[in-house]
């Protein structure tokens, strides 16, 4: 496809107003980081500070693995606090922000890949809260999940995004909240305070999947397993990595892609975020 191509393929992608809201995925990393003022949580606010008002937000959490797929949909969905061992600060957190069953019943009719779900039960786990109060520390911005049918493979995963693009037209931020490096067995707890410490399989697992990423080449990072033995290492489990699938699968021809918070942690972490558009 060239050049000519590509750009009529992104304006016929357009709204009417032209916007096309942008996407991210975000390295969400330690729950500690929903508390703090740090790198990674002011580039975070960062991100969204010169964009529009989004009518919603949706992310994809990694802390979501369901069997079948579902969305939340009530009008004020639950603060989660999945997790253990931390201060009690981060417990205390109640990250308030409203629901929008209409926009769930709306995304149910989009998706045709599966049968999509309304979740009544769920709320915002620290996946999604942790990152999004720094984006929008107001909470007056609604705020939904959908899940991720933890049987399906990445292909599947790639493709039920697609089915989501349009609502990068009615003005809703797309987030997929993981990690593209993600192996908490191998982490050296003794670095976790020296800065952009990560082992040279991180850090080279990580750079090659920023190149695909920048160069469009989608298919090498769906079939991970074929990139060899780093990112084995990186993914031991999907879990964080599928989230950034759903974000590459909403990506519409050559749409400008940035890395921002592209750190590693404790040697086999890695917070390296991309917003694209």
Known sequence: MDSLQQLKKIQEALPENGVLMPLFFIGHGSPMNGIEDNLFSRGWKEAVRHLPAPRAVLVISAHWLT??????????????????????ALYQVQYAAPGDPVLAQETMKLV???????DHEWGLDHGTWSVVRHMYPNANIPVLQLSIDYAKE???????????FELRKRGVLIIGSGNMVHNLRMVAWDKLNETNYGFDWA??????????IREGTHENLIQYQ???????????TPDHYYPLLYILGLQKGQEAVEFFN?????GSLTMTSVKIG
């Open 67 to 88: 069997r079948g797929s579902f969305i939340t949909a009530m009008d004020k969905p639950r603060t989660i606090h999945d997790f253990g061992g931390f201060p009690e």
């Open 112 to 118: 045709k890949a599966t049968k999509l779900e309304a």
């Open 154 to 164: 990445a292909q599947w995963h790639y493709q039920l995004a697609e089915d989501l």
């Open 203 to 212: 850090h080279q697992i990580n750079d090659k999947m920023k190149t695909y």
């Open 226 to 236: 074929k990139m060899g033995k780093e990112a084995l290492l990186a993914i031991p």
């Open 262 to 266: 592209d750190q590693a942690v404790g």
